[in-house]
């Protein structure tokens, strides 16, 4: 029995140790865990950190589509369409013409020739745009209407006229009265030395009285080649061309000449027509560039001779459109002379109103 006893009592401790360590081993595991738990939360905070910019990157995204939508909106389909339109509009009046074939000499005359009977029969009333009752008048008139309207010169003359009447009561007056009375032609200190200077020369050169040549006509102050045609073509019926600003242009827009100095224009038209046409040709052409011809914008869509002239096109070439360009009668309007000759009036023309007067339909 004692023998037995003393087998079990050194056993009890070794079994002891075992389960002590085995509650250490357990201890440490748990502790373990509990230091890995922290270290494998703090990983995931760290992944979720480093995992939370990629997830934020979508407002980024946004905020870069926000910012390249602008240059989708652009180019907006819709509001282009006027634009390509307008362009197409351009294009299509910017579109040359076909080439104006060249012509000889004789299809040039016949061309020209043809062009101022087309002019004669719209324009059968062409006169001198100027009012007077004389020589002596329709000189001083033709200075005055440098760089102004004939328009203007007409509305100022008359009161000019009946205080002077003569080359002798012209060249004695006040220079200052004449400036005032001239004051709407513009440049009037210029115009008034000219007048006076040229009544001057008229009273002690030719006895008071309007010579009827060209050299004696050129030789008075403010008298060029232009000036002297006129008088002379409309006071003594002797053919002139008179080579206007609306002359030049439309010679040169119908290829009558290439030249640009009025005297050689004046010849080169000169030599195209019979001498005896000169002075109506000069009405028919100045008239046409006052009324239809116009240097800005022609109305191209009304005009006679539209078939006869190498510039078609280059002005308004719808009709309707056309019609509303047309100036003085052909528009509906009063002409540029008080006192219109007859033949005018019976055309349909109106007499412009005097110095002060309303101008309108």
Not at 37 to 43: F, I, L, V
Not at 284 to 311: D, F
Request: proline share 9%; charged share 30%; glycine share 8%.
């Amino acid at each position: 029995m004692g023998e037995q006893g003393s087998d079990a009592a050194p056993g009890a401790p070794k079994k002891a140790t075992k389960a002590a360590k085995a509650v250490k081993k357990a201890a440490a595991e748990k502790t373990a865990v509990k230091r890995a738990a922290p270290a494998k939360s703090a990983a995931k905070k760290a992944v979720a950190k480093k995992a939370a910019p990629a997830k934020k990157t979508a407002p980024a995204k946004k905020a870069v589509a926000k910012k390249t939508a602008p240059a989708k909106k652009t180019a907006p389909a819709k509001k282009t369409a006027p634009a390509k339109k307008a362009v197409a509009k351009k294009a299509a009046a910017e579109k040359p013409k076909a080439a104006w074939k060249p012509e000889s000499h004789t299809a040039l005359v016949r061309r020209a020739r043809r062009i101022d009977r087309e002019l004669g029969e719209v324009y059968p009333y062409a006169h001198p745009e100027l009012d007077f009752e004389n020589s002596f008048q329709l000189l001083v008139a033709t200075v005055l209407s440098a760089q102004t309207t004939d328009l203007r010169v007409n509305q100022t003359t008359p009161t000019l006229f009946a205080r002077y009447p003569t080359p002798e009561d012209l060249s004695a007056a006040n220079p200052e009265e004449v400036e005032e009375i001239l004051r709407p032609c513009g440049f009037f200190r210029a115009k008034t030395k000219s007048v006076i200077g040229l009544s001057k020369g008229l009273v002690e050169q030719f006895g008071g009285e309007v010579p009827g040549r060209l050299e004696d006509l050129v030789k008075l102050p403010g008298v060029g080649r232009k000036t002297a045609f006129v008088v002379l073509g409309n006071a003594f019926g002797r053919p002139g061309i008179t080579v206007d600003t609306h002359f030049q242009r439309l010679v040169r827009r119908w290829r009558w000449t290439e030249e640009t100095e009025p005297d050689k224009i004046e010849a080169a038209v000169g030599a195209l027509f019979p001498k005896s046409d000169w002075t109506d040709l000069s009405h028919h052409v100045i008239w046409h560039g006052r009324r239809m011809c116009h240097a800005r914008k022609p109305a191209c869509g009304v005009c006679p001779i539209a078939p006869l002239c190498p510039a078609y096109g280059e002005g308004e070439t719808d009709p309707e459109k056309a019609r509303k360009l047309l100036k003085y009668e052909k528009g509906g309007f009063p002409g540029q002379r008080l006192k219109p000759p007859q033949a005018y009036l019976d055309a349909g023309g109106r007499p412009a109103p005097p110095l002060g007067g309303v101008q309108g339909k």
